[in-house]
């Protein structure tokens, strides 16, 4: 039997390159592979092959392993496998980057002369060739898709008009902003980029947020209503809004119960300002039934008849804070302050402080009441004006900062008034220790408060030297 096999593997010989690879299908897992039983066993008996040859074929296959684990590390190296199973180094070759055949900007065909895709101006993200200017493109009149109607075509942007909500939320916020920044040429540039509609609902909406707004805000609605008519609105525009307020009274007084007279104030300033017609009142005369209607008509008429006799139609919602002279803002201050010592009314008193408008300016306020201290004479001015700056200093009508800057200033100007005043210094010493016991002012305030020295004679060890007076 073996005889009959040693035959058949010399009739049959075994290449080297397949023994290598049962070898190392072996050696990789470890132990005989099944598949390949029938090299080394035939039939039970083992062939009579020699160890030197076994023992070299796996040194092969173990170099050809190694070879593909490195193959794609070391591809551009050219190594290559002698005949005994020796790694043969070669030169080294640039290796060829599959993403730099991505960025080849050639043809993937193989086809055409080499050169770039469109002349180099094709690729993701590219305008065309760098410092190539685009020309107007003249219309073909060969081709297919060429209309006359075209050529006369004027594109513009189509703004659709306003309903009733987009136009609140749209105006509201505009008209809010004058009454802050009053510049009636911003609102004209804003409201020329809106398709309104109704133009007549532009006043509407400024008088009725005017109603619940202050005196000086009232004014610039008069001047914005003076300023639109021309360039945005028209006489009968503003007929029509003033008609829909009369019509919408009875709503108004439930808001501003004071609804009647200022919508009258705001139709004889129209009125006055020429923008809407002296016989618009009277075309209401015998055809009133509202009571509130009826008032703001005799309000506005009686406004008129004022204005034949001198009165300045123009200045009836009085001036803005900011905007007044600041002497007519000193002589008010001292106004209220003579009547509040008069009524003794506080609540009053904060009230009027607050229709000035002039939050910057309450050191001035502050100022005046502790010059009127010094100059009085007993105790009840000066316990008023203490409690009255406790209750300003409470309720925030008059900062910190600013109460700061009164007390500062009378400071400066503590040895200017000692000279009408000759116990100036003491009173204000007991002022500012009373003000800072009720917490009107801090400690560093306090103490910056100015004493005047106290003459020494020559009684007391000086040796008949007078000390200065110290400010």
């Known amino acids: 039997m073996a005889t009959d096999c040693e035959a058949w593997l010399n009739a049959n010989p075994v290449d080297a390159a397949d023994l290598s690879d049962f070898a190392s299908a072996e050696e990789d897992n470890g132990g005989p592979v099944p598949g390949c039983r029938h090299l080394n066993e035939i039939n039970g008996n083992w062939l009579p092959s020699s160890s030197s040859n076994i023992q070299e074929v796996r040194l092969k296959a173990k170099a050809k392993r190694r070879l593909r684990k490195t193959s794609s590390r070391d591809s551009g190296r050219g190594d290559s496998l002698s005949d005994n199973g020796d790694v043969v180094r070669g030169t080294p070759v640039a290796p060829a980057s599959p993403k730099c055949k991505l ?213 009836q919602w009085g001036t803005g804070g900011g905007q007044r002279p600041i002497t007519q803002l000193i002589k008010e201050m001292n106004l209220l302050l003579n009547e509040y010592i008069l009524s003794g009314d506080g609540e009053e008193a904060e009230r009027c402080l607050r229709d000035l408008e002039v939050p910057h300016f309450h050191h001035e306020f502050v100022y005046e009441a502790i010059v009127m201290v010094l100059e009085s004479k007993g105790d009840k001015t000066f316990e008023m004006i203490l409690h009255l700056l406790k209750s300003l200093s409470a309720s925030s009508v008059i900062t910190v900062d600013q109460i700061g800057r009164g007390y500062e200033r009378v400071y400066m100007d503590i040895a200017d008034i000692n000279i009408d005043v000759p116990r100036a210094y003491f009173i204000l010493e007991q002022f500012v220790d009373k003000s800072f016991s009720l917490g009107i002012i801090n400690v560093k305030l306090r103490d910056h408060c100015p004493s005047r020295g106290r003459k020494r004679f020559v009684s007391e060890g000086d040796g008949g030297v007078i000390k200065q007076e110290s400010c």
Request: charged share 30%; proline share 5%; hydrophobic share 35%.
């Open 103 to 315: 960025l080849d900007r050639r043809s993937r065909y193989g086809k055409g002369r080499g050169l770039p895709k469109k002349g180099g101006a094709g690729g993701k993200g590219v305008w065309g060739r760098s410092g190539e200017v685009y020309e107007p493109e003249e219309v073909d009149k060969k081709d297919p898709n060429y209309d006359d109607a075209q050529e006369d075509c004027v594109y513009g942007t189509l703004v659709l008009p306003l309903d009733q909500r987009d136009f609140e939320k749209t105006v509201t916020p505009v008209v809010q902003e004058y009454f802050e920044h009053a510049d009636t040429k911003e609102v004209l540039e804003q409201l020329a980029e809106l398709n309104l509609g109704r133009a007549a609902d532009v006043p509407l909406l400024a008088v009725s947020l005017a109603l619940e707004a202050k005196a000086s805000q009232r004014e610039l609605t008069s001047r914005l209503l003076a300023d639109l008519c021309g360039p945005v609105l028209t006489c009968r525009d503003l007929e029509s809004a003033f008609d829909k307020l009369l019509w919408e009274l009875p709503d108004l007084v439930l808001d501003t119960p004071g609804a009647p007279q200022l919508v009258g104030q705001f139709i004889a300033r129209a009125v006055s300002d020429q923008i809407l017609s002296e016989s618009y009142i009277d075309g209401y005369k015998g055809r009133v039934n509202c009571e509130y209607t009826r008032a703001a008509l005799d309000r506005a008429e009686v406004l008129l008849k004022m204005s034949l006799g001198g009165l300045r139609m123009d200045n």
